[in-house]
């Protein structure tokens, strides 16, 4: 069955900084991988997308992930953090034979000035 | 287009009492999932559909909920009775089927926070 692990609940970086959020996945197949962001009261949006090619993959807003098959992961990362980066940041696997579409339980990320 | 349409937005409702939560999904769209997100489970896919046809409803809780998709255009989510543990943000998007288009993407609508007292 696919399953996602983001481990991290809540991370606190201060403007500027460097940003890392992990993504593990379980799924048998070859997965397509996707990060999204939501807003506080808002809908999910969708900040890149991994299906095959180059595995590192950028997106919206300064964005960019990398997935890592050997280590079954897809990590999110941005090189300075703005303050409206603040946010939920949701990872989901999906997969070519099946439609359904799975997300981790998140990371709250903290923006500190 | 305008997006995945969820209504209503906000629902109010007494415990024992029906709801309903719609969803019009972007025209073209042949899957429809409808998500719970609690702050205890993030978010629970409940349902999905293809091509309007119930592909996957191991997520639903209980018989409580019932969800159903007449039309490409339009879904409900049902829970009768409601109970105040349902209280939960429910959202609905749609997507191209990955095996037609696996460049597709899920749009999500801006969910409907439901309150059960």
């Known amino acids: 069955a696919q399953s996602v692990t983001q481990p991290d609940i809540h991370i606190t970086v201060s403007e500027g900084a460097s940003l890392e959020l992990r993504c593990n996945y379980s799924?048998?197949?070859?997965?397509?991988l996707f990060w999204y962001v939501q807003s506080p009261g808002q809908g999910l949006q969708l900040l890149l997308k991994?299906?095959?090619?180059?595995?590192l993959v950028q997106g919206i807003k300064g964005f960019e992930a990398e997935f890592k098959r050997s280590q079954s992961s897809f990590n999110l990362r941005k090189p300075s953090v703005h303050w409206s980066d603040a946010a939920e940041y949701f990872c989901?696997?999906?997969?070519?034979?099946?439609?359904?579409?799975?997300f981790g339980t998140g990371t709250r990320l903290q923006v500190f000035p | 287009d305008a997006g995945v349409i969820q209504s209503p937005r906000h629902e109010v409702t007494e415990m024992g009492q029906e709801v309903t939560l719609r969803c019009k999904p972007i025209?073209?769209?042949?899957?429809l999932f409808w998500y719970r997100q609690t702050m205890m489970r993030g978010l629970e896919l409940l349902i999905y559909f293809n091509n309007n046809v119930p592909i996957d409803d191991s997520g639903m809780p209980e018989d409580r909920f019932s969800a159903k998709m007449p039309n490409a255009s339009f879904s409900t989510l049902k829970i009768q009775p409601s109970e105040p543990r349902d209280s939960a943000v429910y959202f609905c998007?749609?997507?191209?089927?990955?095996?037609?288009?696996?460049?597709?993407?899920?749009?999500f609508g801006q969910g409907t926070r439901l309150t059960v007292v």
């Open positions: 025209s073209g769209h042949n899957s």
């Open positions: 989901a696997v999906g997969s070519y034979n099946t439609d359904k579409l799975i």
């Open positions: 991994y299906f095959s090619g180059d595995t």
């Open positions: 799924y048998g197949a070859t997965p397509y």
């Open positions: 998007a749609s997507s191209d089927m990955w095996t037609a288009n696996m460049n597709t993407e899920a749009f």
